[in-house]
């Protein structure tokens, strides 16, 4: 009987709460849907105090967590009832780092290359926000404000005190280091007009100290800038590419003349299928920086966080590099436009573009490698549209076939039908996928080689192309360096000696 009352009792109180518009499962789901947001606050709040350089204290939250929803935050306008606002709160991280900044200069790192930093929206009005906000029972004040406004007193008084002088002297060690090369000390005195800039506009507007500071360093650079602007003079360059030095931009018209070129000639964002050129402005020409040996520069193209990177060699290479003080290349383009290249870096790297990200709007960074100062760009790849990567992989197909039916064949340095045959053998036993058929001998004569401290012969070697069809049906050779060691009676069999890079080639041309 007990049992039947209870099992009436338990069905009488569902029906009662399902007749209210909620059943105590569904009061059971907001619950548990309400201790999962404020998980969520609660490790967003931890990670800004991180960058406050504080402890958390889960019992003042900067948001309360009663009174505000997960899509609350995700808001684009996040006022509140009781006048505070999400977005300003923030934003004032930002005046923080820049007073951080002053107070270390110069051993702070730069916030020219804090991505985060760039892309908070802040100024003065977060200053005034910052000094609206400072009742102690204000939970923001509690949990960021007070420390992001003494951290700016902090700064604004070391400006009026010692401050100002203490940078003047670090930017007369900057500008008078010995041993430094005039390029380093341009680059130290540049990131520092930048940042002091950028730290004067965002949060010190109208304070007269750091305005003396950066109008110095703005005077060293200018002197330390003569140097420089006569070696850019000797390169040839514009207006544009003076104001830019190891800076790439991109466009998407690819006959763009870089001496003549504007900013208007430039842009940040493609499509999927769009043409991309990248210039790359140096602070010298070509030939000055990295010489006039090697086979040309190498440039990275790599997602933020570098979790998709591809390292590609600059096509179309050759002595007109020398005198020049800047470097072309094409990232994407079509065969009509397509002047062929062995290294086919063009159709590799717009299969990356167009198989290799994710579905949606990208920023790219893109890197020139050598022995130059970082050299570096970016710009955003829309490739979440299908069309256009569609189009893209055509482009690349016909791109590859205009490049392998231009290649010819290399030329043989040497002929010796045996140690071709020596190749051939060689290279089939090692377990490649492909199977060589050819060998073609590049060098005119053994080089030589000798023991790294006692001088003497070691063995000899040869450089070699051997060619091989691939189980898709298509030809190529790799190139390959042979060596032989010398012994009593003579030299050893052939082994190999080392790789280097291959080639797609016309199989009718493979004989």
Not at 21 to 31: T, Y
Not at 166 to 190: N, V
Not at 458 to 468: D, Y
């Amino acid at each position: 009987m007990k049992i039947t009352t209870l099992v009436i009792a338990c069905m009488a109180i569902l029906f009662c709460e399902q007749a209210n518009g909620q059943s105590i499962l569904e009061r059971a789901r907001k619950r548990a849907e309400k201790r999962l947001n404020e998980k969520i606050d609660k490790k967003i709040d931890k990670t800004i105090d991180k960058l406050d350089g504080k402890k958390n204290n889960s019992s003042s939250s900067p948001s309360s967590k009663t009174s505000r929803s997960s899509s609350s935050r995700r808001s684009s306008s996040s006022n509140s009832s009781d006048g505070r606002d999400e977005v300003k709160e923030k934003a004032t991280w930002g005046i923080y780092k820049c007073a951080e900044y002053v107070l270390g200069f110069p051993t702070k790192n730069s916030m020219m290359n804090y991505d985060q930093l760039q892309e908070l929206d802040f100024g003065p009005s977060s200053v005034d926000y910052l000094k609206a906000h400072t009742n102690p029972d204000d939970p923001f004040y509690k949990r960021n404000g007070q420390n992001r406004l003494n951290e700016y007193n902090k700064a604004l008084a070391y400006l009026s005190g010692e401050g100002k002088d203490k940078m003047f002297q670090e930017l007369d060690d900057m500008y008078s280091a010995a041993g430094d090369d005039t390029d380093y000390k341009y680059k130290r005195i540049t990131d520092a007009v930048n940042n002091i800039q950028f730290a004067q506009t965002k949060a010190f507007p109208n304070n007269p100290h750091l305005a003396k500071v950066l109008t110095y360093a703005q005077k060293l650079q200018s002197k330390l800038g003569g140097v420089k602007t006569q070696a850019l003079d000797n390169a040839g360059a514009g207006a544009f590419h003076k104001q830019n030095p190891n800076k790439i931009f991109f466009t998407n018209n690819l006959s763009l003349n870089p001496e003549t070129a504007t900013a208007s000639d430039f842009k940040t964002a493609f499509k999927a299928g769009e043409k991309i050129k990248g210039v790359a402005y140096l602070d010298d020409t070509y030939k000055n920086i990295f010489g006039i040996y090697g086979d040309g520069p190498s440039y990275s193209l790599s997602t933020k966080d570098e979790a998709q990177r591809v390292d590609f060699k600059v096509e179309g290479y050759s002595k007109a590099f020398f005198p020049k003080g800047y470097v072309e290349f094409v990232l994407v383009t079509d065969a009509a436009n397509y002047k062929p290249d062995p290294l086919k870096s063009v159709s590799q790297q717009m299969t990356f573009l167009a198989e290799k990200l994710p579905p949606r709007e990208i920023n790219l960074n893109v890197r020139l490698m050598g022995k130059a100062s970082e050299v570096m760009g970016k710009f955003t790849f829309d490739a979440g549209d299908d069309a256009g990567l569609a189009k893209m992989k055509e482009m690349s197909k016909a791109i590859k076939a205009k490049s392998i039916g231009a290649a010819g064949m290399p030329k043989a340095g040497m002929r010796n039908a045996s140690i071709e045959k020596q190749c051939i053998a060689l290279y089939n036993s090692q377990g490649w996928e492909e199977k060589f058929t050819k060998c073609v001998i590049a060098s005119k004569q053994y080089t030589t080689l000798y023991h790294k401290v006692s001088g003497r012969v070691v063995g000899r070697s040869l450089r070699v192309f051997m060619f091989s069809k691939k189980p898709d049906g298509s030809c190529m050779y790799q190139d390959f360096t042979v060596a032989q060691e010398k012994t009593g009676s003579g030299y050893s069999k052939f082994r190999s000696f080392g790789t280097g890079s291959q080639a797609d080639i016309s199989c009718d041309k493979v004989r």
